[in-house]
């Protein structure tokens, strides 16, 4: 497996447990999740080819076993560059009418992965499709829904994707065009989201990281804060300073 994927895969695996998953099964490219209302999700990280066939097999397989599916393509090997008006092959096409004119795509950036929607926007006259590189997806907007398609894979399907995004969901923009690796100026940090949960910024040095976590487990440690929110504000905590702290260690920093 390419280097790229096991760093998306990680990111990936730190998304779902944040946003309350139980992870079943790892496997680099295919991770299982378990969503708090016991429905399972199969997520597939495809770097290579892939053809109509395939995606059904991996469909069936999937339902067989109870679970929805979630594909997501490696964006700067597999799709088109944003902005684009682009000819669909057969299996675009399946993916487009499976998850509702967007086909999802992770890119990387060394540890830092973005997950994030491009969208097959009709272009009038044409069977053309205007490409459009959506907002990086939120985990707590995962959800699994019940499809019928009529075109280059026909049949009823089950599948997972993202609702729309909020206001208040603050998301980040995700990497413009094939293959782009620098972060554009002006762009949030990708994993502001860890910074914000801590209360620092995100040029926040180690030892301020390490500070703020430790005036924030005192202050809503369970043991300490009887409130029923201590809880989940504590796991919020634990998993941004785990976050942080890989990303420094993996940094050498």
Do not use: K
Not at 87 to 97: G, I, K, N, S, T
Not at 232 to 238: K, L, T, V
């Amino acid at each position: 497996m390419n280097i790229n994927t096991n760093y998306v895969n990680a990111h990936l695996v730190y998304q779902l447990e944040y946003a309350g998953l139980v992870i079943e099964h790892n496997s680099f490219d295919i991770v299982v999740g378990r969503l708090p209302n016991g429905e399972r999700i199969a997520f597939h990280l495809i770097e290579r080819d892939i053809d109509v066939d395939y995606i059904g097999e991996m469909l069936r397989y999937n339902a067989a076993r109870g679970m929805s599916t979630l594909l997501l393509l490696w964006c700067a090997m597999l799709l088109p560059d944003d902005g684009a008006l682009y000819p669909p092959y057969d299996w675009m096409w399946a993916l487009v009418e499976l998850y509702g004119g967007r086909i999802y795509a992770y890119e990387n950036e060394g540890p830092t992965a973005w997950l994030f929607p491009v969208h097959f926007d009709a272009a009038p006259g044409t069977t053309r499709r205007h490409i459009r590189y959506g907002e990086v997806v939120n985990m707590l907007r995962l959800e699994t829904q019940r499809v019928h398609t009529e075109g280059h894979l026909p049949g009823d399907w089950r599948v997972a994707g993202f609702g729309e995004m909020r206001a208040d969901d603050e998301p980040i923009p995700p990497p413009r065009g094939r293959g782009r690796r620098s972060a554009p100026a002006g762009r949030r940090h990708p994993l502001q989201v860890y910074f914000d949960a801590l209360g620092v910024p995100s040029d926040a040095d180690f030892e301020a990281v390490r500070r703020a976590y430790r005036a924030l487990a005192r202050q809503h440690h369970p043991d300490l804060n009887p409130a029923a929110a201590s809880v989940r504000r504590m796991q919020d905590i634990n998993r941004a300073y785990a976050v942080l702290l890989a990303q420094w260690f993996e940094a050498g920093e």
